[in-house]
Nanobody, 123 residues
Framework: QVQLEESGGGLVQAGGSLRLSCAAS????????MGWFRQTPGKEREFVAT???????YYAGSVKGRFTISRDNAKNTVYLQMNSLKPEDTALYYC?????????????????WGQGTQVTVFS
């Protein structure tokens, strides 16, 4: 079955960096776009970045220039390198598998999610 497992979250000071990983299994990873979203209590899941199967990348405006999404098809893993972190980046970060043509920025376009990894940025 499809499984996604995020890791790499933690507690970091503002201005610092973290690298999130999402290990995928149970499907042909190289054929799917993969995305990162984040969520804080009481709010909807928010688009962060997506990498297509051809490695093209898309970013939310709030993270562009600070975050980089990448994928390693040999390892069935998608990464999110987060630099210059800000307190407002604090959230539970999820990776998802994109399957529907509603656009990369909509959570409804993703059919499987991991359990999430917490990122907390303090000032």
């Amino acid at each position: 079955q499809v499984q996604l497992e995020e890791s790499g979250g933690g507690l970091v000071q503002a201005g610092g960096s973290l690298r999130l990983s999402c290990a995928a299994s149970g499907f042909t990873f190289r054929s799917y776009a993969m995305g990162w979203f984040r969520q804080t209590p009481g709010k909807e899941r928010e688009f962060v970045a997506t990498v297509r199967s051809d490695a093209n990348e898309y970013y939310a405006g709030s993270v562009k220039g600070r975050f980089t999404i990448s994928r390693d098809n040999a390892k069935n893993t998608v990464y999110l390198q987060m630099n210059s972190l800000k307190p407002e980046d604090t959230a539970l970060y999820y990776c998802g598998r994109y399957t529907h043509s509603f656009g990369y920025t909509r959570a409804e376009s993703y059919d499987y999610w991991g359990q999430g990894t917490q990122v907390t940025v303090f000032s």
